[in-house]
C-alpha cells in the first residue's frame, strides 16, 4: 500500500523521522496509532487523499506498511514506555517533546499545499497530538481519535487528563473561538484506554466547539482486542454502519475546514 505513497526524511531539533506523503489539495496530517503505519491506518489515510487532500503519514515508531499482530504491538508499547525520549506517557499536563516536531511539519505541509490550513488527526497513542499542535497556526482542524494519553489511566485525575500543557489548553481555547475552529473526539464507551472522564473534560473546556462521536461496542467489528480504533481496526466498513458513517463524518470535516475560504 505504501507504493501509492513517496516519502522524505523531514528533520527539525533533534528528531528526524520518515513521512509518506500522497494526493493533492490542502494537507491532513494523520498521525498513527501502535504499533506503527500499518495497513489499516494506510486505508484511512487512502480514503482522506480520495476525498481531495494531501495526506502527510509521519513515521513516528514501528516498522512502516507491517502488518498488525498482537506481539508488534506489545513490543512498540514497551519501547515507548521504557525507551523513547520523545514520547512523554505518563505526564498529565504537558504534551510529549516529539510534538514539536509535528508542528514543524504542520508549517512545511502549509507552505507547500496551501488551503485554509492543516487538518491534524491523531489515533490512540498520538490522539492528544492533535490538540497539543492548536499551537501551531497553520493547524486548524483537530481530531482525537481514542485519544489514550496518559497511560495508566488509573485515578480520576489521570483519567481526565487531556496530556497537554496549560498554555497549548488555553491557546486551543482562544483559537476555537477567535477563527471559529472546532474539534472532533472519537470513542468507544466501554474503551478504558480512552476514558469516558477525558471526553467530559473536553466537553468542559470547549462546550460547543466539542463535537464527541461515542459509539456502543457493539458497533465495533469484532478482532482480537476490545473496541478502541474506531477508524482502523474495529472499523465495520459497511454502507450505513455506526463506525462508517463516523469516518465519513471525520473526512467530511477535514476537507470542509481546509478547503474552507480564508475569513
Known sequence: ???????????????????????????????H???????????????????????FLPSLFG????????????????????IRREFDVWSSDRSSPIVDWLRALARKAFAECGGRGVGA??????????????????VIAPVMAQPSLPSAALSKSKRSALGVSPAELGCARERFEAEDLSLIGLRFKGDRLSPSERFDRLRAEFGRRFEAIELNDADAKPAEVPPHSMLTIHLDDRPGTPTKNAEKRVIEFLSAAVHAPQK
Open 1 to 31: 500500500m505504501l507504493d501509492a505513497y513517496t516519502s522524505f526524511d523531514f528533520t527539525d531539533g533533534p528528531w528526524t523521522r520518515q513521512v509518506f506523503r500522497r494526493g493533492e489539495g490542502p494537507a491532513v496530517i494523520i498521525m
Open 33 to 55: 496509532e501502535m504499533p506503527g503505519l500499518h495497513p489499516l491506518v494506510l486505508r484511512f489515510a487512502d480514503r482522506v487523499a480520495d476525498a481531495g487532500m494531501t495526506v
Open 63 to 82: 516498522t512502516p506498511g507491517k502488518p498488525l499482530s498482537i506481539p508488534y504491538a506489545l513490543g512498540e508499547i514497551a519501547k515507548s514506555i521504557c
Open 121 to 138: 488527526l491523531g489515533m490512540c497513542f498520538t490522539g492528544n497530538f492533535a490538540l497539543a499542535m492548536m499551537t501551531e497556526p497553520a
